[in-house]
């Protein structure tokens, strides 16, 4: 929890109200995170109002642990470490963490109270107090359903890459998830249809992936709790970028920079 503080903090303690996105202009991947945010705060405010203290910490731990810090922080290291200062990407991403942060500190301050303050005046300064602030409010259009169970979905099958991923590593086939290029094999139209607007590399933290519709080879990974989806590890093709560290054809064509991507010959100028 505290490494989720720290991590919220260290990306939005320049954070400007001008960098701020709305909502419809932001990708998928910010609007689950709102939507998470829209179905736990009712179970926030019932939790304190019933003083049941102990369910309301154990839905901010599992939240920041396992859905903010596992999944959409190590998502987006990328795009905030590596994107342009001003790409869309990044500003969605610190504009969405900077309502987190407000939300989660203001949270569990009647739990944590030191730690919540300290969090506090670090953002806002000396002159501030969570003790003083009411939780926000979560606008009406954060709160969508169907959007959660797509993305329950996603993150199954993102769960098959990232177990072949876990098997190559252990075997020294590569040393980090960058190296790879997984192929996800999914049974149905369905399936496919949910990465149409969505970057499956991105979300499994690798150099390239690929959808196909198929059953897969005999050798693909499957779990039992995956149905209708296989994975089959492949290698990136190409060299890795001196910055970002994924692996790319483009890599060594750039006429300045030979050793980075496109992507990060452009953020450095």
């Known amino acids: 929890l ?29 609007r689950w995170v709102l939507a ?7 179970g926030i405010r019932d939790g304190y109002a019933e003083f049941d203290f102990n369910r309301v910490y154990s839905q901010l731990f599992n939240f920041t642990t396992n859905e903010l810090s596992a999944f959409y ?22 504009t969405v963490i900077d309502a987190t942060f407000q939300r989660v500190v203001t949270w569990l301050a009647p739990i944590l109270c030191f730690t919540m303050e300290e969090a506090w005046v670090t ?24 959007l959660l ?11 098959l890459v990232t177990g072949a991923l876990e098997i190559a590593r252990r075997d020294k086939i590569i040393g980090a998830s960058l190296e790879a290029a997984p192929i996800l094999f999914v ?6 249809d949910l990465f149409a607007d ?25 779990l039992d709790d995956v149905a209708g989806a296989a994975t089959l590890f492949a290698r990136a093709p190409g060299e890795k970028c001196g910055r970002c560290w994924m692996v790319l054809p ?20």
């Open 73 to 94: 922080f190590d998502i987006r290291k990328d795009a905030l470490y590596c994107d342009v200062k001003d790409s869309m990407r990044r500003r969605a991403a610190r």
């Open 36 to 42: 998470r945010i829209a179905q736990i705060d009712a």
């Open 187 to 192: 049974d149905a139209q369905e399936d496919a």
């Open 2 to 30: 505290r490494n989720t503080i720290r991590f919220m903090l260290a990306n939005i303690s320049d954070f400007e109200e001008s960098e701020r996105i709305s909502y419809d202009e932001m990708p998928e991947l910010e």
């Open 149 to 159: 169970a797509k993305w329950a979905r996603i993150r199954s099958l993102r769960r």
């Open 123 to 146: 953002r806002f300064g000396d002159e501030s107090s969570v003790h003083l602030e009411t939780f926000p409010d979560t606008p009406p259009e954060w709160a969508n359903e169907e």
């Open 250 to 269: 483009e890599v060594g064509k750039h006429p300045k920079h030979d050793d980075l991507c496109n992507r990060c010959a452009e953020a450095v100028g």
């Open 198 to 222: 969505i970057d499956l590399a991105e979300l499994t933290i690798t150099s390239a992936a690929n959808i196909e519709i198929g059953g897969g080879q005999a050798e693909a990974f499957r």
